[in-house]
């Protein structure tokens, strides 16, 4: 196949006295002349191959597979329940209240809703979305969102319930919003006014400030920051008495937290008192005061539950890496914590205090359980889901008993369940444009390249059954993620039924790096023990060849983000083993991921190639850096977005222009690359483009993958 050209300088830049080529640097510029050029080309090459009339029926199919309802995790607030929700022909999830009514809402029980905002009439083009809120104590007023394009950046809006309408109050220089209520305003997290720091750090040295409502952005106090610190990212809660704040500092995407409260008083809020420049940001009739140190050092995750009388709940993988919730005494904050719920060999996720209680979800075997307990840890009374799936997220409100949870699995979409009992039943009943009963969820365990047993979901299509007696192996398509302490757990994706009902099989590995089976598995795939990650993958890859299930060559991989990075890392790897590749908005680049948009809250997780002893590793496995010349690599679909502001557009474009580079005088490949536009990493995506970008990976699977039927292998 004929490529276009890239822009190549033969550029070699020595790194610690290894000269490392990095040819197509031109290419991290997105306004490069010459890098709009080659995009360009290389769109048109991609709709030349994809465009075809069967590309135009999976556009038609996946607009009946969207049409369901699809449900973010609620906010309780008294009688009402807001929560965002996409009915499948908006292109952006509408925010929603629910009146619950004075008994509660019921499992099983419809009451009334309406619409607060509705981001798709603000955007003809779909692309602003609602990307967070949290309404305050009384359910009259909610902070909302806004991004546009898939930014990470937002613009907080405040909604009066009973008005109907969307106050004046405007707050800017907003990423990864996290808001909490206090008296007539709320504390959130933002970032420096552009132009008030250098441009390289506008990105980073996160604050916590507070907004009175009605107020221009200009009166708002800063509360904390971390002046010695860029890379820390803060949340904040606000304990149910309304005495306490609580600041929980995060480094970058680590789960490794240190934990501040500060004493909330009519008349008080806080600057960090190690701060003194923030003096002057406080207003001179409000009284200074000190942000005591909880648990400092960063060496474990630690999430505030609830609590209040200066009693507070956490749970945190301190000393137990499965987790356990731990109490906190304000009276005697020196005191090691007391164990409520000891740890156990499931891994907590989430908990919240309800009517009195705690309710827990965990994962046993990378999937959900759920279970409520006294406040002082007494036995567990196990809640009843569905069937296998992932809960998405916990509601509830110490003083109101009724519990929300969102629940999802590989079948049924993200629905909102009322915990009733000792049972979760959704509070209201949706139809579907397929029947779950015909698919069948299998879990099965394989051994990695150290002996390491690694879980894997196996979903295929009931009588299609791949690996059974007197049937034929099938094409898979394999995906994995194995960082972050994420974890991989069963989720709907309407576009999958596209693959399933043509007779192929979906596998879902739970590699280490994940969170799937506590912090230990994490750690174990982090960092100079990321090889560990891409063994586990490409073992999942040998295990479903070996064992009769997927038919030979043809085994799909796809992965997005550090998903890329996964997917790429291995078809570089064992290029060998793999019929077909999809690259979704890759880390690349390994030895520059960190001078882009918020990479450097990715150190901890990989390491720095600035740093000595961290460069041969992260070298050795970069996925743009070790393409070779001459190796015959398996056809690739590269997707990126050129406003992703999370996940730097560059590196993608660098790896699809070395691969095509290195295949280039071979008959290999197609590397094909997708750049969109009016999108980023993927939160946020107007519907339609989801839809555009699901017919591409799939016609090119379908094209690429499945040439040969099922019948003929």
């Known amino acids: 196949?004929?490529?276009?050209?890239?822009?190549?300088?033969?550029?070699?830049?020595?790194?610690?006295?290894?000269?490392?080529?990095?040819?197509?640097?031109?290419?991290?510029?997105?306004?490069?002349?010459?890098?709009?050029?080659?995009?360009?080309?290389?769109?048109?090459?991609?709709?030349?191959?994809?465009?075809?009339?069967?590309?135009?029926?999976?556009?038609?199919?996946?607009?009946?597979?969207?049409?369901?309802?699809?449900?973010?995790?609620?906010?309780?607030?008294?009688?009402?329940?807001?929560?965002?929700?996409?009915?499948?022909?908006?292109?952006?999830?509408?925010?929603?209240?629910?009146?619950?009514?004075?008994?509660?809402?019921?499992?099983?029980?419809?009451?009334?809703?309406?619409?607060?905002?509705?981001?798709?009439?603000?955007?003809?083009?779909?692309?602003?979305?609602?990307?967070?809120?949290?309404?305050?104590?009384?359910?009259?007023?909610?902070?909302?969102?806004?991004?546009?394009?898939?930014?990470?950046?937002?613009?907080l809006l405040i909604h009066d319930v009973g008005l109907g309408s969307t106050l004046p109050d405007r707050l800017q220089w907003v990423k990864f919003a996290s808001i909490a209520w206090w008296r007539d305003g709320f504390f959130y997290t933002r970032y420096p006014q552009p132009g008030s720091v250098p441009p390289e750090h506008e990105q980073y040295f996160c604050q916590v400030w507070f907004h009175r409502v009605g107020d221009p952005q200009a009166a708002d106090r800063l509360v904390y920051r971390r002046a010695d610190a860029p890379e820390i990212v803060f949340d904040v809660d606000v304990t149910p008495d309304g005495l306490h704040l609580v600041i929980t500092s995060r480094r970058g995407a680590s789960d490794d937290a240190e934990v501040h409260v500060v004493r909330?008083?009519?008349?008080?809020?806080?600057?960090?008192?190690?701060?003194?420049?923030?003096?002057?940001?406080?207003?001179?009739?409000?009284?200074?005061?000190?942000?005591?140190?909880?648990?400092?050092?960063?060496?474990?995750?630690?999430?505030?539950?609830?609590?209040?009388?200066?009693?507070?709940?956490?749970?945190?993988?301190?000393?137990?890496?499965?987790?356990?919730?731990?109490?906190?005494?304000?009276?005697?904050?020196?005191?090691?914590?007391?164990?409520?719920?000891?740890?156990?060999?499931?891994?907590?996720?989430?908990?919240?205090?309800?009517?009195?209680?705690?309710?827990?979800?965990s994962l046993r075997n990378a999937s959900s359980r759920l279970e409520r307990r006294s406040l002082d840890g007494g036995e567990p009374r196990e809640i009843a889901l569905p069937g296998l799936g992932t809960i998405v997220g916990l509601a509830g409100e110490a003083g109101r008993e009724r519990a929300f949870i969102t629940f999802t699995s590989f079948t049924t979409p993200p629905a909102i369940l009322a915990i009733d009992n000792d049972r979760a039943a959704p509070i209201e009943r949706i139809s579907l444009p397929f029947d779950p009963e015909?698919?069948?969820?299998?879990?099965?365990?394989?051994?990695?390249?150290?002996?390491?047993?690694?879980?894997?979901?196996?979903?295929?299509?009931?009588?299609?059954?791949?690996?059974?007696?007197?049937?034929?192996?099938?094409?898979?398509?394999?995906?994995?993620?194995?960082?972050?302490?994420?974890?991989?757990t069963p989720a709907f994706d309407p576009s999958d039924f596209l693959w399933l009902d043509a007779g192929r099989a979906m596998a879902v590995a739970n590699l280490r790096g994940g969170g799937e089976y506590g912090d230990a598995w994490h750690k174990a795939g982090m960092r100079e023990r990321k090889q560990n990650v891409f063994d586990d993958f490409i073992a999942a890859a040998e295990w479903l060849k070996t064992s009769g299930r997927a038919a030979p060559g043809r085994i799909a991989i796809e992965g997005g983000s550090n998903g890329g990075l996964l997917v790429g890392a291995c078809v570089v790897q064992r290029p060998d083993l793999f019929g077909a590749v999809v690259c979704r908005v890759p880390v690349a680049d390994m030895l520059r991921y960190?001078?882009?948009?918020?990479?450097?809250?990715?150190?901890?997780?990989?390491?720095?190639?600035?740093?000595?002893?961290?460069?041969?590793?992260?070298?050795?496995?970069?996925?743009?850096?070790?393409?070779?010349?001459?190796?015959?690599?398996?056809?690739?679909?590269?997707?990126?977005?050129?406003?992703?502001?999370?996940?730097?557009?560059?590196?993608?474009?660098?790896?699809?222009?070395?691969?095509?580079?290195?295949?280039?005088?071979?008959?290999?490949?197609?590397?094909?690359?997708?750049?969109?536009?009016?999108?980023?990493?993927?939160?946020?995506?107007?519907?339609?483009?989801?839809?555009?970008?699901?017919?591409?990976?799939?016609?090119?699977?379908?094209?690429?993958?499945?040439?040969?039927?099922?019948?003929?292998q």
């Open 1 to 155: 196949m004929k490529y276009p050209r890239a822009p190549n300088t033969a550029f070699v830049e020595t790194l610690h006295g290894v000269p490392v080529p990095d040819p197509f640097r031109t290419l991290e510029n997105a306004d490069d002349p010459a890098t709009r050029t080659w995009v360009d080309a290389e769109n048109a090459l991609t709709r030349q191959l994809l465009d075809t009339p069967h590309r135009e029926q999976l556009v038609a199919r996946l607009a009946e597979l969207h049409r369901v309802p699809r449900a973010s995790v609620p906010a309780v607030r008294g009688d009402r329940l807001f929560f965002t929700e996409n009915d499948g022909t908006w292109n952006q999830a509408v925010l929603y209240v629910q009146e619950a009514g004075g008994s509660g809402l019921v499992a099983g029980e419809t009451r009334s809703r309406r619409i607060l905002v509705d981001p798709n009439l603000l955007d003809a083009q779909g692309t602003t979305a609602i990307t967070v809120f949290e309404p305050d104590d009384t359910g009259d007023r909610i902070v909302y969102g806004l991004s546009l394009h898939g930014s990470d950046i937002q613009e």
């Open 438 to 488: 015909q698919y069948v969820t299998e879990q099965v365990w394989y051994p990695s390249k150290d002996g390491t047993a690694i879980s894997l979901f196996l979903i295929e299509k009931k009588g299609q059954e791949s690996g059974q007696a007197a049937r034929r192996p099938v094409p898979f398509l394999l995906t994995g993620y194995g960082g972050f302490n994420i974890s991989l």
């Open 594 to 712: 960190h001078l882009f948009t918020v990479g450097r809250f990715w150190i901890p997780e990989y390491g720095c190639a600035d740093v000595a002893d961290d460069f041969p590793y992260l070298h050795r496995y970069s996925p743009y850096h070790q393409v070779k010349d001459g190796v015959a690599y398996p056809p690739t679909l590269v997707m990126t977005a050129d406003t992703d502001d999370r996940v730097a557009p560059g590196m993608a474009k660098k790896f699809a222009a070395r691969l095509q580079d290195a295949v280039s005088a071979m008959d290999a490949g197609p590397i094909l690359l997708r750049v969109e536009t009016r999108a980023g990493h993927g939160a946020g995506k107007p519907i339609k483009k989801q839809i555009d970008e699901q017919a591409d990976l799939y016609e090119f699977l379908f094209s690429y993958l499945t040439r040969t039927s099922v019948s003929e």
């Open 264 to 361: 909330l008083k009519p008349d008080t809020t806080c600057t960090n008192s190690a701060d003194v420049s923030a003096s002057s940001d406080v207003a001179s009739d409000v009284s200074r005061t000190e942000a005591i140190p909880i648990v400092t050092g960063f060496t474990s995750g630690w999430h505030f539950v609830g609590g209040d009388g200066g009693r507070l709940y956490f749970h945190t993988d301190a000393g137990a890496p499965f987790g356990r919730i731990v109490l906190i005494d304000l009276s005697r904050p020196s005191e090691t914590p007391a164990v409520i719920v000891a740890e156990s060999r499931d891994t907590i996720v989430d908990a919240v205090i309800a009517g009195g209680q705690l309710i827990i979800s």
